[in-house]
């Protein structure tokens, strides 16, 4: 399962989440769409947003929605932090995740950052841990893109899509993002299993 966020900047000590994403990907069924699989998607409702610059101009459109929203409480694409696991939960016991003693769903992350950086975040989420238990194992695209006599760091997912030959426009939408994790996933899988 790929998953990404969308934050105010990049310390989630100071920082908020702005927007949480999922996508399931079924590796056995690979011929499905990518823009066809099952998606989760929540915007989080907060009184007050605080910030980098960059990080609140990378992420302008998103937060002009939110301000848009007039009654975000009575709107099913948001909520509030604390219910965010719970939520998520929920839909993942929808879509047949194991589910350990009735209460918490465990699964794989993937992501572009997930383990060093949406994980930091999620788990300052009030209730996240009880209701998930994301594998300390994370499928991250970069590795399979890294290229040791060239790169110094992993490559970021602008570098990632433009090296597997993809339109290499970053959304810097938790959907969009999760979504081009699968893609950068599957053309690997691709390559390697020959189709």
């Not at 209460?103 to 997930?114: C, D, E, I, L, Q």
């Not at 060239?150 to 339109?167: H, V």
Request: a negative charge.
């Amino acid at each position: 399962m790929s998953i990404d966020i969308e934050t105010t900047g990049l310390n989630p000590e100071t920082d908020q989440i702005l927007e949480f994403g999922a996508v399931i990907d079924d590796t056995l069924r690979p011929d499905v769409p990518v823009e066809e699989l099952p998606t989760f998607r929540k915007v989080i409702r907060s009184d007050r947003l605080s910030g980098t610059p960059m990080a609140i101009a990378i992420n302008a459109s998103l937060i002009n929605f939110i301000a848009s929203v007039e009654k975000p409480e009575e709107n099913e694409l948001f909520c509030l932090p604390k219910d965010l696991g719970f939520e998520f939960f929920v839909w993942l016991r929808g879509h047949g995740f194991k589910i350990k003693n009735n209460s918490n769903a465990a699964f794989v992350p993937a992501g572009k950052n997930y383990a060093g950086f949406d994980s930091r975040f999620l788990n300052k989420i009030p209730h996240w841990n009880t209701y998930l238990t994301p594998c300390h194992r994370t499928l991250d695209p970069a590795i399979l893109y890294f290229d040791p006599l060239k790169d110094e760091k992993p490559p970021s997912l602008y570098e990632c899509l433009e090296r597997a030959g993809f339109d290499a426009t970053v959304k810097h939408t938790a959907v969009d993002d999760a979504r081009d994790v699968v893609r950068l996933l599957r053309h690997k899988f691709a390559e390697v299993s020959g189709g």
